[in-house]
C-alpha cells in the first residue's frame, strides 16, 4: 500500500502575516480538542447561543439574527446577498478591489440588476458616485460595500454611505471580513443593515466560520420575500430556525470550528475591544513607518490606510515572487502578493488578530531588509526597524 510511506503530519509553524489566514491562537487549538457533540444536544445548543451573544457583542448588535454560517467569508458573503436578493432586484456594489467584484458577482448570479460604483484599486469608493448611482435608478434593493479591502488595504469610510443607502430605501451590506475585531466597527449605531465576517482573518482562529448578523430591517425583508430564496445551504430562515427558534436539524454543525469561534471572541473580550484596536492600529503604524524608511512605496490612498494589512508596492528590478519564497523558507514569513490587476506589483502584509505585534512588524522588516538587499536594491541598514522602533515606542 502507497500510503505506508506517507508520514506523520507535520506541517510547519509558519509566522503567518499574509492576507489571511492569520495565526491561530493556542487557546483556539486547545478548544478544537474538546469532545463532539451531537447537533443537537442542550450543551452544544447552550454552546451555540453562548457563541451568539459573543458575536453580538463584537459586532456591537443587539441583533436577534446574529450566527456564525459554516463554511469561509466567502459563504457569510453568499448568505448575505441569497438573503437579501430577488430575481430582477437592483444592487449597487462598490467595487474597488477584489472582494467587490465577488460581492458583484454573486449579486448577478442570483439574479440581481447590478450596477457597480468602480474606483481605482487603491481607492477609496467617493460617497457621491454611490448618490449617483443610487439616483439614477428607480428603485434600489441593496447597497453593498467592503469595509476593510484586503486586496488593496483601503480602509473604507461607511458614514456617508450608510446615510445615503437610507434615504433611498435600500438596505447596505457590509463585508467586514478583515475589519471585525481589527477595526472600530459598530453594526448597530453606524446603522449596518447585514454585515459578513470570517474566523481566519482578525478572530485567530482557522478558517471555517462565518460571522453573520441582520438588522431588523434586513429580517424584514426575507420576511416579505416573493421567491423562495435560492440557496438552500445558506437560507437565514431555515439557518435560523437551527441557531434559534424551533431546533430544527438543516445541516450538522462543524462543533470543533464553533468552539474555536467561541474561544476567538472571548479572547477577543477579554483583551477589550477598545485595547484590542489600539493593539493593531500601534503596529500597523509601526509597520508603515519601517516600510517608508526602507525606501518603499505604500499603495494605498493616504488616510485610508488599514491597520491589519498593508499594501506596500513591489520596487522596480525586484524579483516578487523570489522574495516571497525567501521570506517563506529563509525566515518562516508568509506574506501576500497582489490579486488581480496589483498582481506582481505590490505586496501585502498582515497584522490580524493575534499576529499584529510589535515581534512580528520588527521580523517582517528585518527580513524584507535582507531579502530586498540581496536582490540589489539600495537601502539604509538598520533603517526600516528602527523607524519601526521609534513609532512603537511613540504609540
Ligand atoms: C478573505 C476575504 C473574503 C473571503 O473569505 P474566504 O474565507 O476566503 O472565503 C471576503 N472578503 C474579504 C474582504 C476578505 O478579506
Known amino acids: 500500500m502507497s500510503n505506508r510511506n506517507i508520514s506523520d503530519l507535520h506541517p510547519p509553524s509558519r509566522i503567518l502575516l499574509g492576507a489571511g489566514p492569520s495565526n491561530v491562537h493556542p487557546r483556539v487549538y486547545q478548544a478544537m480538542m474538546a469532545p463532539i457533540l451531537g447537533h443537537l444536544d442542550p450543551d452544544f445548543l447552550h454552546i451555540m447561543d453562548e457563541t451568539k451573544d459573543l458575536l453580538r457583542a463584537v459586532f456591537r448588535t443587539q441583533n436577534e439574527e446574529t450566527i456564525a454560517v459554516s463554511g469561509t467569508g466567502s459563504a457569510g458573503m453568499e448568505a448575505a446577498v441569497a438573503n437579501l436578493i430577488e430575481p430582477g432586484e437592483r444592487a449597487v456594489v462598490c467595487v474597488a478591489g477584489f472582494f467587490g467584484d465577488r460581492i458583484a458577482e454573486m449579486a448577478s448570479r442570483y439574479g440581481a440588476e447590478v450596477t457597480r460604483v468602480e474606483a481605482e484599486w487603491g481607492r477609496i469608493i467617493e460617497p457621491e458616485a454611490v448618490e449617483a448611482a443610487l439616483k439614477a435608478a428607480s428603485r434600489t434593493k441593496l447597497v453593498a460595500i467592503v469595509h476593510a479591502e484586503t486586496s488593496t488595504g483601503i480602509h473604507q469610510p461607511l458614514d456617508d454611505i450608510v446615510r445615503l443607502t437610507h434615504e433611498h430605501g435600500a438596505l447596505l451590506l457590509v463585508d467586514a471580513v478583515t475589519s471585525l475585531a481589527g477595526c472600530e466597527l459598530a453594526v448597530d449605531d453606524w446603522g449596518i443593515d447585514a454585515c459578513h465576517s470570517a474566523s481566519q482573518k482578525c478572530l485567530s482562529c482557522p478558517p471555517g466560520t462565518a460571522p453573520l448578523t441582520f438588522s431588523t430591517r434586513a429580517v424584514d425583508a426575507l420576511r416579505s420575500r416573493e421567491t423562495k430564496v435560492r440557496s438552500w445551504y445558506l437560507d437565514m430562515t431555515l439557518l435560523d430556525n437551527y441557531w434559534g427558534g424551533k431546533r430544527a436539524y438543516h445541516h450538522t454543525a462543524p462543533m470543533s470550528m464553533v468552539y474555536a469561534l467561541r474561544e476567538g471572541l472571548r479572547l477577543v473580550l477579554e483583551e477589550g475591544l477598545e485595547a484590542r484596536l489600539g493593539r493593531h492600529q500601534r503596529n500597523g503604524q509601526a509597520l508603515r513607518a519601517g516600510l517608508e524608511a526602507m525606501g518603499l512605496t505604500l499603495h494605498a490612498q493616504e488616510a485610508y490606510r488599514l491597520p491589519v494589512i498593508t499594501t506596500v508596492r513591489v520596487p522596480d528590478g525586484i524579483d516578487d515572487l523570489k522574495l516571497r519564497r525567501a521570506l517563506l523558507y529563509e525566515h518562516n514569513i508568509e506574506i501576500a502578493g497582489g490579486l488581480g490587476p496589483l498582481a506582481g506589483k505590490v505586496w501585502r502584509i498582515g497584522l490580524m488578530g493575534v499576529a ?33 522602533d521609534r513609532a512603537l515606542g511613540e504609540g
Open 356 to 388: 499584529s505585534s510589535a515581534e512580528n512588524v520588527l521580523a517582517v522588516l528585518a527580513a524584507l531588509e535582507q531579502e530586498l538587499s540581496a536582490q540589489g536594491f539600495r537601502l539604509e541598514k538598520g533603517a526600516g526597524v528602527a523607524a519601526a
